[in-house]
Structures are given as C-alpha cells and as structure tokens.
C-alpha cells in the first residue's frame, strides 16, 4: 500500500509540472528553423471500421505548416502524442484506417481540398506559402475519464538540446544523455460526464514551445 501510494504521488506530481519541460532557446542559432503552424480546433469523428462493421470514435486536428524560414526545403519527421491527465499516453495513427482519414477529408473538402493523411506525407516542406501543406492527426479516443489532454506535435523545428539523465548513468558513472527536440504542445480541457463523451468538445486553453 506504501508502495502505491508513493508511486500515485510521484506521477501526480509529474502531472502537475507538465508545463515544466525545458524551453526553446529565446534566440535561435543560425540555422536553426521553426516551421509557422496555424491550427483548427481538435475535433471527433465516429467511423464504421471496414471488416468489423463496429463504430470507433477518433480524435484530430488539422494543422497547416509553411516553411517561412531562409532554407528552400526543410526535413518533417514528427512525432505526435495525445496526454491525457489520468496519465495515458495515445500516440497519433495507432489504428488509423484509410477509411478514418477518408471521412476526415470529405468533411473538410471545402476549406482543405489538399489535406494530407500525417502516416503518408511527404518528408520535405518545400519553401514559400505557395508550399503550405495541410495535414490531418488523428489519435484513436481516450480515456473518457479525462478532464485535460495536452498534444505534443514534433518536426516543425529541427532546435534540439540534450541534459543529463537525472537518475541514469553510464558504465563510467556519468549521466546518461537526453536528447529534446522542440515540440507544439496544445493545452485543452474536456468538460461534462464521462458518460457523455461522445458529444464532448476540447476547450482551447495555451499554447506553448517546449523541448521534449
């Protein structure tokens, strides 16, 4: 019971300094880049699997990037994670079907008729606004228990830094290294009962660059 109670306190507290990630540097050096990024609000979907005939529900944001920076074309490697604050962790595109982002475009035809799935997207944004891209995250639902998810998008800066481990080490005894890379992290909550979570919204509340 010790034991739990130890363990129940320590993740609260990690919980607790989610904002506490290391920051960007508040110069970049000079080849440095950070992508612009503009967002829609997260939404959910419910689609009929192929072969089960069984509804699942999704969620996604739509996320449109433009290389602004001096490079004609820069490197997209990402990684996206959905962290809920009961402490699960959804990576993006786990059981994402075609079907899935099939229904996502036609639902958003009007305003993204480019709108590219995130798993098959070109690794390079070309430069210039005549190059913004369109693309579509999408994560499977999450635990309808949630009152808060944070998404953590990477690959829209190639700013990395590294720290020591604070507990690991090496066979030398030295810590262990880190390596962060600069990450969008998109704060919301999720109001009402569980119970009603098919209907639920994600409220906006911050925005923040960390290094992760």
């Known amino acids: 019971m010790k034991s739990f109670l130890v363990i129940s306190c320590f993740t609260a507290v990690c919980v607790t300094c989610l904002w506490a990630y290391p920051e960007p540097a508040i110069v970049p050096a000079a080849r440095d880049w ?5 967002y829609d609000q997260p939404q959910q979907i419910t689609v009929k699997m ?49 079907a899935v982002f099939d229904k996502i475009k036609l639902r958003h035809q009007g305003k993204y008729p480019y709108l590219e799935p995130l798993e098959h997207t070109d690794n390079r ?25 944070t998404l953590f998008i990477t690959g829209l800066s190639n700013e990395t830094a590294v720290i020591d481990h604070p507990m690991k080490t090496d066979e030398s005894g030295n ?34 660059w960390v290094m992760r």
């Open 34 to 38: 950070t992508l612009d990024v503009v």
């Open 50 to 98: 192929p072969g089960t005939g069984q509804n699942k529900r999704f969620w996604y944001i739509i996320l449109t990037m433009t290389n602004n920076s001096d490079n004609l074309d820069v490197p997209f490697y990402t990684d996206c994670a959905l962290m809920t604050d009961t402490f699960q962790v959804v990576s993006a595109g786990k059981g994402v079907t075609q």
């Open 125 to 149: 944004v070309l430069q210039g606004s005549d190059n913004t891209r369109d693309i579509a995250i999408i994560w499977p639902d999450f635990d309808p228990n949630a009152k808060n998810v």
């Open 175 to 208: 810590p262990l290294k880190i390596y962060l890379r600069k990450t969008l992290a998109l704060n919301y909550s999720i109001g009402g009962d569980a119970k009603l979570h098919a209907t639920a919204k994600l409220a906006y509340k911050t925005k923040k």
